[in-house]
């Protein structure tokens, strides 16, 4: 996931958006997180990697609305998680 400038990462971020993957998977909203996250340990990501992953996702949408004012877009958000590999 992002990392701040030192290199190391920010522990509460890190929690945060674990847990915003973590209730996408368990209320299966929007299905395809957990699709991703299945396909992605098929793959032969661990589940760790795999959440890792589908967060750096979550990541790129709020700094879209963040930055751009942009209401959330489920499409993009599922595009993204389709491309990763």
């Known amino acids: 996931m992002n990392e701040e ?3 190391e990462v920010n522990p509460f971020l890190h929690d ?5 993957v973590e209730m996408q998977i368990v209320g299966n909203n929007p299905e395809e997180t957990k699709e991703t996250l299945e396909r992605l340990i098929k793959l032969g ?3 760790d990697e795999a959440i890792e992953k589908i967060g750096s996702v979550v990541i790129g949408e709020i700094y879209n609305i963040l930055k ?3 209401r959330f877009n489920e499409r993009r958000f599922v595009e ?3 491309s990763l590999k």
């Open 5 to 7: 400038g030192d290199g």
């Open 16 to 20: 945060e958006i674990v847990g915003i």
């Open 45 to 47: 990501y661990d589940r």
């Open 68 to 70: 751009f004012h942009e």
């Open 80 to 82: 993204r998680l389709h």
